[in-house]
Every structure is written in structure tokens, then in C-alpha cells.
């Protein structure tokens, strides 16, 4: 098959987020299918962007066909990034012919983040006779309606609106993300019969030989070690929706109890987490720089317990497909989930305590409850996580989830 898969945030292993579409192409291309990603230039996730010089710049990375549409640079979640999007989805519709001709895709799935892509991706199918899917990761126009306050009657979320709908209408197979979706989507169009999960995954190989910590990061850790702390480590982005400052709170009260937690990762509001610690004498929560992803399975098999949180938001009640607890279930290490969602992986996994989000109390206890529990019951949680993630969650088992699908909309 010949497989054009969009998203405006999609990268690469060298330029960073968004990982899923990247990593979904690399396994289609190694099973002899031919892929091109269409992406913006810039994108606020990466870590690096490409160089582009035209309007439409190709480049190969790991046999995947790179068609980048050249985007201007923002910053932030404002008017900027909302011109940066209106403008990549208009050129995606006005080259789709020529997209469409140098290509000649089998079928097109429409990744991006808001619902506009479909349109592009719905033209780019029509002028090449292609099969059209439509990918959803997040639930637009709800997700800046419920996460940022947006009215129902706002021109933004009125346009999103047609576009979501018209999108559900007109694609031939969803392929969602989030797993409780199924009738949110059919309320908006989507006719019965074509819905399909595909969750976030793990690429096995990646973790047969990771990197070791750098000095700094392992000085720390044998530290705490030595001292007998018990060590509850999260890696990630620091920001408002993973929770962390319920975790300073959760640290506050557990500062008699040998236990320390040690986060990793970088974000918008770590300088303030640090402040808040040093303000109130939280002294058992540190703060390291982040590590690249090839590093951190050493840093996770250096923990005792891992933590993952989300902020109480209605939003998740579609489901979650989080790529951290994956990573954790990897390291095969008991987890401590504070997260209310429509489906609960660590619950069905039986790997670790799921307590309620942002409630104190209760992560306190599942940590407590942790500690307290015998090293060969830990190790139990850490095995049925590690079985679990390689059951359901390699890349090798969600590609053969994905092509199966991908074949039979190209055959019908």
C-alpha cells in the first residue's frame, strides 16, 4: 500500500515529537509499504524543525517520504498558533492535487490536531481516488471548549464544529486514540461500524539496550539509595495538566516517612514547582534536568515506584492512551495512578494503585500502601505491568492492529 499519513505536529527520532505517526511509518515501511508524512515546517512540540527553503520541501528520514508545508514560527497557545493553523491547513487544501499527484496514496489517514486537516486530507483522497481515514488523538471542538472555557458560540469553535462533523461524515474508518469515543463521535456524524482503538504503544527494540544516566543524575539517585530512601520518580513534562503541584502537597505530608520523590523532565512550570518546594520546606522532592528518551528506561528501572497524575477534567472521561505509563509498564515497576477516566490501564493491567485525581489523601495512602508492601508483591505489580504492555501495547502488535484495517478500507 501506498500510505499518506498527516499530522501538522508530526517529527522524526531527530526532530522530536509528535513520535506516534513517525514511529507507526517506520513499522509500515519495514513491512514493504511505501509512506509519506505531510507536516508543517514548524511546530511548538518539536525539538528541532526542519530547514525549509519552498512552499513544499521533501526530505527521507529512515526510507519515510518527509513532505513539509512551510509554516511561520509562533509561540504559545494564542492568536499566533491559531494563524499558524488556519494557514497550514489552507496551503494542505491548495497543494492537495499536487500532493495527491506526486504521491498517489492508497489511502490517506488525517492525524492532525484539530479536525481542519480532515478537509485537506478529504481532497488529497478525492484527487487520487484513495481510501480516507481519519485519526483522532484528542476530541476538537470539546477539548478547548472543557479545557480552556471556550462558549459553544464562539466563531473558532463554531468553524471547528463544521469541520468536526463534516469530518465524521465523510471518513470511511476512525482509527481513535481514545477509547470510550465511540459515541461521542457517532453523535456527530459518524455512522456505526467504524470505529476502531488503536491506543499508544511501545517500540520493544528501544529498550534492549538503553543508555546509561549521566553522572549527575546518578550521583543523586545512589545517594538516596544508600540513605534507604523509598524513591517515587515521575518523567515527563512539567506542566499544570500532569498535577504537580497536588504531588508537592502529596510530598508535604509524607516528609517523616523516608520517602523521597524525584522528577525528571523539563516543562513550563518547573521554576514555579521548584519555588513553591523551597518556599515550603519541601526538602524530600528533586527537581532534575531532563534526559533523552533513549535514557530513560535506566532512569525508571532506578525507581521504586513511578507516579503518573492528571488534572480532574471531565474531558478524559472518552479515555486515556498515555505514552508515560507505557514507558513505566516497560521498566516493570509498580505504578501509582491518580487519574479519573473512562478506562483505567493500571486497574485492568494490575499493575500498581489507581486512586481518584488530585485527591491527597489518597495518593498518600496508595504510596504508603506501596511501601508497605512486600518487594516480591511490588515486583508481582511491576511483571503483570511489563506482560501486559508487551501483550498489548508493542508497536509490533498495534501495526498488525493497524494494517489489517488499512487493508480491508483499501479493499472494499
Not at 122 to 151: F, H, N, Q
Not at 232 to 245: C, D, W, Y
Not at 300 to 307: K, T
Request: with cysteine.
Amino acid at each position: 500500500m501506498r500510505i499518506l499519513y498527516e499530522s501538522d505536529l508530526a517529527g522524526s527520532k531527530y526532530h522530536g515529537m509528535a513520535y506516534r505517526i513517525y514511529q507507526f511509518s517506520r513499522e509500515f515501511v519495514e513491512r514493504g509499504h511505501e509512506v509519506m508524512i505531510v507536516a508543517a515546517s514548524y511546530s511548538h512540540v518539536r525539538r528541532i524543525n526542519p530547514i525549509v527553503n519552498n512552499e513544499l520541501t521533501d526530505e527521507q528520514i529512515d526510507g519515510i517520504n518527509y513532505k513539509w508545508i512551510k509554516t511561520p514560527k509562533y509561540q504559545g497557545n494564542g492568536v499566533e498558533r491559531v494563524v499558524h493553523m488556519f494557514l497550514y491547513n489552507l496551503k494542505l487544501w491548495l497543494y492537495a492535487k499536487k500532493i495527491a499527484r506526486s504521491f498517489k496514496p492508497d489511502v490517506v489517514i488525517a492525524s492532525g490536531v484539530s479536525p481542519l486537516d480532515f478537509i485537506g486530507c478529504y481532497r488529497i483522497a478525492k484527487c487520487s481516488g484513495a481510501k480516507i481515514c481519519l485519526e483522532v488523538g484528542d476530541l476538537w471542538p470539546l477539548t478547548p471548549m472543557e479545557l480552556g472555557g471556550y462558549s459553544s458560540k464562539h466563531p473558532f469553535i463554531r468553524i471547528m464544529q463544521k469541520a468536526e462533523n463534516f469530518a465524521y461524515k465523510h471518513t470511511e474508518t476512525v482509527i481513535s486514540l481514545l477509547p470510550c469515543a465511540e459515541e461521542y463521535m457517532m453523535l456527530h456524524g459518524l455512522k456505526g461500524g467504524k470505529f476502531h482503538n488503536i491506543p499508544n504503544g511501545i517500540i520493544v527494540k528501544d529498550w534492549m539496550r538503553p543508555e546509561q544516566l549521566s553522572q549527575p543524575h546518578q550521583s543523586i539517585i545512589k545517594r538516596l539509595k544508600k540513605e534507604g530512601k523509598f524513591v517515587v520518580g515521575f518523567s515527563g513534562t512539567h506542566s499544570i495538566s500532569n498535577a504537580l503541584f497536588t504531588l508537592l502537597d502529596v510530598a508535604m505530608q509524607l516528609l517523616d516517612e523516608n520517602i523521597v520523590f524525584v522528577l525528571v523532565g523539563d516543562g513550563p512550570i518547573k521554576d514555579e514547582l521548584r519555588k513553591c518546594a523551597d518556599r515550603r520546606n519541601i526538602n524530600n522532592v528533586y527537581f532534575l534536568p531532563s534526559i533523552s528518551k533513549s535514557i530513560i528506561p535506566s532512569f525508571l528501572d532506578a525507581m521504586d515506584v513511578l507516579y503518573i497524575g492528571f488534572q480532574k477534567q471531565s474531558l478524559y472521561r472518552f479515555g486515556i492512551s498515555p505514552n508515560k505509563i507505557f514507558d513505566y509498564m516497560m521498566a516493570s515497576k509498580p505504578i501509582l495512578q491518580a487519574i479519573d477516566a473512562g478506562n483505567d490501564i493500571v486497574k485492568e493491567a494490575q499493575c500498581g494503585v489507581s486512586v481518584d485525581a488530585e485527591n491527597v489523601t489518597e495518593i498518600v495512602n496508595g504510596i504508603l500502601q506501596l511501601k508497605n508492601m512486600p518487594i516480591a508483591e511490588r515486583e508481582k505489580l511491576g511483571k503483570n505491568g511489563y506482560e501486559y504492555v508487551l501483550k498489548y501495547h508493542s508497536y509490533d502488535v498495534l501495526t498488525e492492529r493497524y494494517l489489517n484495517i488499512l487493508t480491508n478500507l483499501v479493499k472494499s
